[in-house]
């Protein structure tokens, strides 16, 4: 029988639902790229990090992930040939790996310059606990509140397009900012992530559930495929990463890379993904799984599942 009191509800909600990952990051950037090239007529939303009649007659420029953020890039206006080419080609694009989310096209390297593009601003959206972007509609209530009221989310950030559809952004932190933060090297579903980058951090003396939760070095990765590429490597969410050998660490990250590129093909087909440890009560040997609240001393500590027989723990062997 599971038994969640105890737990505090915040952890509750967590076993539910997690922060979006890559994966979903990814796939709400393929929602926004077809607005890329028109023109916001219409804005509305709670949000009171930006103020909302600055991106009135904004035309949208560019649409970017990197990560876990989403950035879109507004503007006076825009080049209506190069954009129209451009939006195709990144609905046609979708599938993984896909450059043209993650590395700007050529022909749109000159409007990235300020000085022949004085009035581009990139709007950087990270998402947090049921984060989420609708487009043409609006997210209902999927349950009750603890009085049973059934209350629809409520919209961050509404815009409309002069072509008549309209994005609708949950749950997310907005800022502006100069331009995307881009480090195409450590985002895991960049073409251009670097194992031996990744390798490095790895070998740290910290406990590898902790290193792969680092967006600095694994940008992208979530408590999800955190506990599903630790699995699938047979390694234990407290195990020293400079203890690992380092074929482990490399199964590690081709895990990571092969998880990843999976859950959002997934995503893509609009099909579940299919999780071997996380919320499991046993794992596929029928060993039972130990659920545990992992994070860095003064960070945030997220569930962790593991197998205690399947994933065992490397410790430091007693000196002589
Ligand atoms: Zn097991």
């Known amino acids: 029988m599971r038994c969640n009191r105890g737990v505090p509800f915040f952890w509750r909600l967590a076993q539910v ?62 080049t209506p040939e190069a954009t129209a080419e451009k939006s195709e080609e990144k609905i046609l694009n979708d599938d993984p790996p896909s450059e043209a989310t993650t590395t700007p096209p050529p022909d749109l390297s000159s409007l990235q310059n300020e000085e022949e593009n004085p009035r581009r601003k990139w709007l950087r959206f ?26 629809d989310p409520t919209p961050r950030l509404i ?40 390798l490095r951090a790895l070998s740290a003396p910290r406990p590898v559930c902790i290193i792969l939760m680092d967006q600095r070095h694994f940008s992208g990765v979530g408590n999800i495929i955190k506990n599903e590429i630790l699995f699938l490597a047979g390694v ?10 380092v074929e482990t660490l490399r199964a590690l990250i081709d895990h990571a890379v092969s998880f990843t590129g999976e859950w959002l093909q997934s995503k893509t087909r609009g099909k579940p993904q299919h999780y071997h440890i996380y919320m499991k009560e046993y794992c596929h040997m029928g060993h039972e799984v130990v659920k545990e609240s992992i994070g860095p001393p003064l960070g945030l500590k997220r569930l962790t599942w593991y197998c205690p027989t399947c994933q065992e723990l490397v410790q430091r062997k007693e000196q002589e």
């Not at 909302?52 to 904004?58: A, E, N, T, V």
């Not at 969410?237 to 690992?244: D, F, I, Q, V, Y």
Request: charged residues 20%; hydrophobic residues 35%.
């Open 236 to 245: 234990h969410p407290l195990s020293l990463g400079s203890l690992l050998p």
């Open 159 to 198: 815009l409309h397009f002069s072509a008549g559809g309209f994005v609708v952004f949950y749950n997310c932190r907005i800022l502006w900012c100069s331009s995307p933060d881009v480090e195409p090297t450590c985002d895991i579903l960049s073409p251009e992530f670097d194992k031996e980058k990744a």
């Open 126 to 151: 990270h998402f947090g606990l049921y984060g989420s972007i609708r487009v043409n509609e609006f997210a209902r209530a999927k349950q009750g509140n603890k009085r049973g009221d059934w209350k």
């Open 17 to 78: 639902s997690e922060m979006p990952e890559g994966p979903t990051v990814r796939r709400f950037c393929s929602l926004v790229s077809p607005f890329v090239g028109q023109q916001v007529v219409k804005v509305g939303g709670s949000t009171k990090q930006i103020a909302l009649q600055d991106l009135m007659g904004q035309w949208i420029q560019d649409c970017q992930v990197h990560g876990k953020n989403i950035y879109v890039a507004f503007g006076g206006s825009v």
